[in-house]
């Protein structure tokens, strides 16, 4: 059973939300996909128009998201496209204000960071990069498609250069990644399927995370779910629920355009069905 009580627009409702993050002793922000689009990363609309009119015109896609599980025909057509896709969504530069704003909040307190976005937009933002977990990968990030090792490969300089020599929705061959250990192509460090390659880095940051929520999970904790759909909901959403539920000291927060949470927790939560933006340049 859920409860879907909506916390309206207000000052009052505001205050109140930060006075609980003003008075705990830690914050865990989960941070999905809804946040990079209140930063105005789009993956439809005009943006993906201006830079895909020659895929879109071939393929008829509708979203860089669906047109990325694409089989295409060759690998130089195939980073053609992931090149641009990796390009606005990891390096184009960006104004990123809501997370700017969201650091502003949370800067002075104990916080950590889990996302299953691959942007970089926290670190690109001013986070501690030690307080940050990427489970879902990396969009700056090669790895072997085999994979043979669990390692990962820095892609700015290479993403570049697709992007300045690719001509007629193609890269030239010579251009093409492949693994420097095995040979095989290479391919982007997302979470797709069960070739995704968890490296040093990766392990590095997950054990920060468990060590983080173990250290804090008794004291007075803010749970701070914000821009998360229902994709992987048993990343986020599920775990917060759960750590709520487990600790009195704990409030979970939600915010995001549809917010709900388990009436076993309703009177330690706060849902603000709100643009994301709108709160936290409140917040703040």
Request: hydrophobic residues 30%; charged residues 25%.
């Amino acid at each position: 059973m859920y409860s879907r009580m909506k916390i309206n627009e207000s000052t009052n409702k505001y205050l109140e939300l930060k006075q609980v993050i003003d008075d705990c002793d830690a914050i865990v922000i989960g941070a999905g996909s809804g946040l990079s689009t209140a930063a105005g990363l789009y993956y439809s609309g005009q943006i993906f128009e201006d830079h895909f009119s020659d895929f879109i015109d071939k393929y008829h896609f509708t979203d860089m998201y669906t047109a990325g599980f694409y089989p295409f025909e060759d690998l130089e057509e195939y980073w053609a496209y992931w090149s641009r896709h990796i390009y606005l969504n990891r390096y184009k530069e960006h104004d990123l204000k809501v997370y700017k704003d969201l650091l502003e909040i949370v800067k002075d307190k104990d916080y950590f960071v889990l996302t299953t976005n691959v942007d970089h937009c926290f670190q690109r933002s001013g986070f501690d990069k030690q307080r940050l977990f990427y489970m879902q990968g990396d969009y700056g990030l090669f790895q072997c498609s085999k994979p043979c090792q669990q390692i990962t490969y820095d892609n700015k300089e290479q993403v570049t250069k697709m992007i300045e020599y690719q001509s007629h929705m193609k890269i030239p061959a010579s251009m093409i990644p492949y693994c420097p250990i095995c040979g095989a192509p290479m391919t982007t460090n997302l979470r797709i399927d069960g070739t995704f390659v968890e490296d040093e880095g990766w392990h590095k940051a997950s054990e920060r995370y468990s060590d983080y929520i173990r250290r804090h999970q008794d004291m007075k904790i803010v749970y701070l779910e914000v821009g998360v759909g229902e994709n992987t909901p048993s990343i986020i959403k599920y775990p917060f629920w759960q750590m709520t539920y487990q600790n009195k000291n704990a409030t979970y927060v939600c915010i995001n355009p549809n917010t709900y949470c388990p009436s076993q927790i309703e009177d330690q939560s706060i849902l603000i069905s709100e643009k994301i933006n709108t709160v936290l340049e409140a917040l703040k």
